[in-house]
């Protein structure tokens, strides 16, 4: 009697252990094949990481369900709008002159020069026609927030594909230190510096800004930029140089 009450209690404890035990979802290298906005998280198996939105997000609860749920958040929303295909990019300057088009992606390019605020763009349209009232460019100039940051995000994506594309065949160094401005995460720019072949001389560019929600080791930033590499197809065989700030071992 007293080993079947043992046992029972056991089968009991062993129940209601199961029961009140969290089971973690981890990221499937398939999400990536049918969902193209997210791939897999430097930060850790339990998150994936939003190309649209560049922010990592957990899906320890539920998974592809965790991923439906951010993708029908307003923030994904708003950004995958923003970052909207060649062909709508084409769609804005349907009726645009030449001179009209270059007059508008040299303002956009002024903006993320000179660090502007997008909302700027609302603005700048009507101001330049009080200035140039006799001016047919300013006339016909229309640039506000949505085409900007459309073309902010399309000028971004071309100018990291130039890049890749270089550092696909070519030597290159790279370096990379941590900023601690981001939260409980750090961002890392990633740097490279690489001759160009279109001008001919060494030429310096961020490839990428990932973050980093672990603790800075060195292990960790490794993981963190070979991730990168990985992603853009950069073999570490083309990397001849390498820098960094002091990481905790």
Request: glycine residues 4%.
């Amino acid at each position: 009697m007293a080993d079947s009450s043992v046992k029972q209690s056991t089968l009991v404890d062993s129940s209601s252990k199961n029961k009140n035990k969290k089971w973690i979802q981890k990221y499937k290298a398939e999400y990536s094949q049918s969902l193209n906005f997210v791939r897999k998280s430097s930060k850790s198996d339990e998150h994936a990481f939003c190309t649209v939105c560049s922010v990592d997000f957990s899906i320890a609860h539920s998974r592809r369900n965790d991923i439906t749920q951010h993708a029908s958040t307003l923030k994904h929303a708003t950004n995958y709008k923003a970052r909207s295909c060649c062909s709508s990019i084409l769609s804005f300057f349907r009726n645009d002159g030449v001179d009209v088009i270059q007059a508008e992606t040299l303002f956009v390019a002024s903006i993320v020069e000179h660090n502007l605020p997008v909302a700027y763009a609302d603005h700048f349209g009507q101001l330049l026609c009080k200035m140039c009232p006799d001016s047919k460019i300013a006339e016909e100039f229309a640039c506000a927030r949505t085409k900007a940051t459309s073309l902010i995000n399309f000028m971004a994506d071309e100018s990291v594909a130039s890049v890749v594309d270089i550092l696909k065949t070519s030597p290159f160094s790279l370096v990379t230190d941590g900023c601690n401005d981001y939260g409980a995460a750090k961002l890392f720019s990633i740097v490279v510096q690489h001759v160009d072949p279109k001008v001919g001389h060494v030429t310096t560019a961020v490839l990428s800004v990932p973050s980093l929600a672990e603790s800075a080791t060195g292990a960790n930033i490794f993981k963190l930029l070979d991730n990168e590499l990985s992603t853009f197809g950069i073999p570490w065989s083309n990397c001849i140089a390498f820098g960094s700030d002091n990481a905790l071992l």
